[in-house]
């Protein structure tokens, strides 16, 4: 009988530690705790729902990025292709013109400096 009356006791003492914090609550907030758990739950929707408006907002971004960085690929690209075509005509003209060193030398740090520039 001795430890169910401990085990009555401690369940005693839980429920009165209860019961004091509910009466520290009240001292505390008030009548009005209600009150401040309803605009607590409002506030947590409200940004849970802008948390989601933002999350959205960052995905669209993301794909905003991603396309124009594709696009500024496809660019690079092309550009690059016209710049060998460029590179290569010139070369043919070179061969058929049988420029001297100094020409080719000049043409090719000419090509150099506008492609660094770009």
Known sequence: ????????????KKEEAASKIEIIKNLIFGENIEAYDSEF????????????????????????LKSAIDNVATDVNIRITEL??????KLEGLETDKVDRKMLGKLLVDLGEKVGQK
């Open 1 to 12: 009988m001795g430890k169910t009356n401990t085990v009555v006791q401690l369940n005693d």
């Open 41 to 64: 739950d409002l506030l947590k929707k409200d940004i849970l729902n802008k948390k989601k408006v933002l999350e959205d907002l960052i995905e669209e971004v993301r794909q905003d």
């Open 84 to 89: 060998e075509d460029k590179i290569d005509d």
